[in-house]
């Protein structure tokens, strides 16, 4: 699969720019060490990204089932506000230290906003999902194994004092506003990096210490499939798949309204990380 231009260097290609008669085996620390730059930043090279969405989703499940699940497990050690500032600051971290290989989506809801918005590629959308749900599930296998408690602590459900719908529109509501600030913050100079990290990251903290009561705030559909795969309990699980999606297609219409339509150089480049994206409209900013 190759998303745009390789740039891998072949030491063996006559023709190929700054050809040498040595070999990879042979060559200068330095060609060695330009080489493998390049073979990095070759877009044909997807598993990069893959493995960067993998631990990036592991660890966000990590932090956001973990604490109810460690609070179960010694009652008292971590307390409502800890739990839901805690991703936030988990994804605000990713964000900065992988958001240039993946893009950091974290989240299908995400994955297919920045498709509708022509800034990523639909080929890989697929891919994406399934390790963002194998992130997931990875870490709240874990969190079972290693805390002794059912990974169903970890999930979300609503309030036993709201109904499922209840839930639902919060949840879309929520991932609205969240996918919003993605959208937002991944456009024009605040693409990928600190801006983006922290708005990202406030935003879900802010939503989970007012609204987490209601629905858990999950605004992810792999952050509560993932314990509830792991757990076998599904209770009302179409809430934490139609609300955040729902949420998300609605933050695109929204986008559209505010800026027009996507595709343009920033929004690729946030949206695929900077290890040459395949930008559909470079000329566009």
């Known amino acids: ?11 063996n290609d006559p023709e190929a720019p700054g050809h040498s008669d040595v070999t990879p085996l042979l060559a200068t620390a330095e060609q060695r060490a330009t080489l493998m730059v390049r073979n990095f930043q070759d877009p044909a090279q997807e598993w ?16 956001a089932a973990g604490g109810p699940m460690i609070d179960h497990a010694f009652p008292g050690s971590v307390g409502r506000a800890a739990a839901v500032v805690a991703p936030g600051l988990m994804v605000m971290s ?10 950091a989506h974290l989240n299908p809801g995400v994955s297919i906003a920045f498709w509708m918005r022509r800034d990523f590629p639909g080929r890989r959308v697929p891919a994406y999902v399934v390790v963002q749900f194998g992130g997931a599930v990875l870490a709240a296998w874990f969190l079972q194994a290693v805390v002794h408690v059912s990974a169903a602590y970890g999930s979300n459900y609503p309030a036993s004092a709201s109904t499922p719908l209840d839930a639902f529109l919060m949840e879309t509501v929520l991932t609205l506003g969240l996918v919003s600030v993605i959208l937002g913050t991944a456009s024009g100079a605040q693409q990928v990096g600190l801006f983006g990290a922290i ?17 858990g705030t999950s605004m992810n559909t792999a952050r509560t499939l993932g314990p509830d795969i792991v757990a076998v309990d599904f209770t009302s699980w179409w809430v934490y798949v139609a609300g955040p999606l729902l949420g998300a297609v609605l933050a695109v219409g929204l986008a559209w309204l505010l800026r027009g339509p996507g595709g343009g150089k920033s929004g ?10 395949n930008i559909s409209r470079p000329g566009k900013a």
């Open 268 to 277: 690729s480049l946030a949206a695929q990380g900077s290890i040459n994206p």
């Open 199 to 215: 708005g990202v990251g406030s935003y879900i903290a802010l939503a989970g210490l007012w609204a987490s009561p209601i629905s």
């Open 94 to 103: 990713i964000i900065l230290f992988m958001g240039k290989v993946s893009g």
């Open 1 to 11: 699969m190759t998303d745009g231009p390789v740039h891998g260097h072949d030491y």
């Open 48 to 63: 990069r990204r893959l493995v960067a969405e993998l631990v990036g989703t592991f660890f966000l499940v990590l932090v």
